[in-house]
C-alpha cells in the first residue's frame, strides 16, 4: 500500500502529533504510479485489455510540434481540455513536467463571447494562485514564435477521478478506502481554501480538475474559469452555470446565477463526497442533463438535504455532518467559504489519523 500523508500546516504546532505523524507516515505509502500500473497489469492479465500488431504497411505520423522552444522537449499530448492541450514535456534541467498550449474548444470559445474575455485574459486566469499551497505550480511561458503556453513543472500522473476509479476496482482498499482518501484530499482543500482567501472563486472545481502527483499530493487545476472578486460583492462574478452537473451547487440552474465562495463550498463538499462513496451525490443516473436540469430547478429544500442525508446515512457521524453542512440547499446554511469548511475539515482528518494511529498501536501490542 502506498500514500504520503499530507496534513495541514494549522496542526503541525503539536509536536507530538509530528511525532506520531511521522511515524505513521513511514508505515503508510502509496505510489500513484504503482498501482495504476499493477492496475493495467491485472486487466491485460484477465484479457480485458490486448495488444493489437501494427500492420505491415503503418507510416509513423508526421508529428507537429504545438511550441518551438529549446528549453522544453515535448514528449506526448496526454490531454485535452476546452481551454486547449496539455502535452508532458521535459524542461532544460530535465525536469518532467506538462505543458498546456491554449486552443479553446467552441464551448470555450462561448464562455469567453458570454464574459467578454479575450486570450491574454484566460492566460491571466490559468496563473492564478499558482504560488498558493494545494495549488499546482503554473509559470507563463513564451516560444521563439511569441506563442504563449503555460509550464507545470512537476509529473501528475492522474486525476482525483481516475485514482477513486481505479480503488473502486481494487478490491484491497475497500476497508481503507475513507482513511486513504481523507488523506489524498486534504491538499485541494488546502487550495481551495488558500484561493478563497485571495478571493479566487475557481469556477469548475470537479475530481476532474484536481492532480494527484506520485506521492498521493492533490492540488487544484485548471483555472481557466476562475475570477477574482471581493468576498463582500458578487455583483461583478460572470453569470454562468458551467461545472459538473451532480458537482454543481443547486442555485447554479437557476438563470443569472453565479459562482461564489459559498457555492463552491457545496462543490467541495461534492468533491469530498466522491471521494468517499466512489460516486457523485445525487448523480445523472439514467437521466439526461436536461432532464437533470430540470429536476434541480423544480427540487425543494426539504427534498435536497434529505437526498444528501440519505445517501451519507451509512457514513461516519463525523463526515455526515460536513456534507450536511457543505452540500445544504440553502447557501446561507453552507460555511461561509472554503477557509471555514477546511477548519472543519482539518478536526476530521487529525480525528481520523488519530483513529488509524490507535489502530495501529492496539495491533502492535496484541
Known amino acids: 500500500m502506498v ?13 507530538v502529533f509530528i511525532k506520531l505523524f511521522s511515524a505513521f507516515n513511514s508505515m503508510i505509502r502509496i505510489n500513484i504510479r504503482g498501482l495504476q500500473a499493477e492496475t493495467i497489469a491485472r486487466r491485460f492479465q484477465s484479457g480485458e485489455l490486448k495488444l493489437e500488431p501494427l500492420p505491415s504497411d503503418y507510416v509513423e505520423p508526421t508529428r507537429e510540434l504545438p511550441i518551438r522552444s ?12 476546452c481551454w486547449g492541450k496539455v502535452y508532458g514535456a ?23 463571447r458570454s464574459r467578454g474575455l479575450t486570450l491574454e485574459d484566460v492566460f491571466a486566469k490559468e496563473i492564478q494562485g499558482s504560488n498558493c499551497l494545494g495549488v ?18 512537476k509529473d501528475y500522473p492522474c486525476t482525483l477521478k481516475s485514482f477513486r476509479e481505479s480503488l473502486v476496482s481494487d478490491i484491497r482498499y475497500r476497508s481503507e478506502e475513507n482513511f486513504l482518501m481523507l488523506q489524498v484530499i486534504s491538499g485541494a482543500f488546502i487550495g481551495c481554501s488558500q484561493i478563497h482567501s485571495l478571493g479566487i472563486v475557481h469556477g469548475d472545481l470537479s475530481p476532474s480538475n484536481i492532480l494527484l502527483d506520485n506521492e498521493g499530493h492533490s492540488v487544484i487545476a485548471d483555472f481557466g474559469c476562475s475570477s477574482i472578486i471581493s468576498s463582500s460583492d458578487w455583483s461583478n462574478l460572470p453569470k454562468d452555470n458551467i461545472g459538473h ?15 461564489n465562495f459559498r457555492s463552491e463550498v457545496y462543490s467541495m463538499g461534492a468533491v469530498l463526497f466522491y471521494s468517499i462513496v466512489g460516486r457523485e451525490p445525487r448523480s445523472l443516473g439514467t437521466l439526461s442533463f436536461d432532464d437533470y436540469e430540470k429536476r434541480m430547478r423544480a427540487i425543494n429544500a426539504s427534498d435536497a438535504d434529505s437526498e444528501i442525508e440519505a445517501e451519507s446515512k451509512n457514513l461516519p457521524l463525523e463526515l ?14 453552507r460555511h461561509y467559504d472554503c477557509v471555514e469548511l477546511n477548519n472543519g475539515f482539518e478536526k476530521l482528518l487529525y480525528q481520523s489519523i488519530r483513529d488509524t494511529l490507535h489502530l495501529v498501536s492496539s495491533s502492535v501490542q496484541s
Open 245 to 259: 452537473p451532480s458537482i454543481r451547487a443547486p442555485e447554479l440552474y437557476h438563470k443569472g446565477s453565479h459562482h
Open 70 to 81: 529549446e528549453r522544453f522537449r515535448i514528449t506526448e499530448m496526454i490531454g485535452r481540455g
Open 320 to 333: 455526515r455532518d460536513i456534507f450536511a453542512k457543505a452540500m445544504a440547499f440553502n447557501p446561507a446554511d
Open 136 to 153: 499546482v505550480e503554473r509559470h507563463l511561458e513564451v516560444d521563439y514564435d511569441g506563442k504563449p503556453f503555460i509550464w507545470m513543472p
Open 3 to 15: 500514500l504520503l500523508l499530507y496534513y495541514p500546516p494549522s496542526l503541525s504546532s503539536s509536536k
Open 90 to 112: 521535459y524542461d532544460e534541467d530535465n525536469t518532467y513536467g506538462t505543458i498546456k498550449v491554449l486552443n479553446p474548444n467552441d464551448l470555450a470559445l462561448e464562455q469567453m
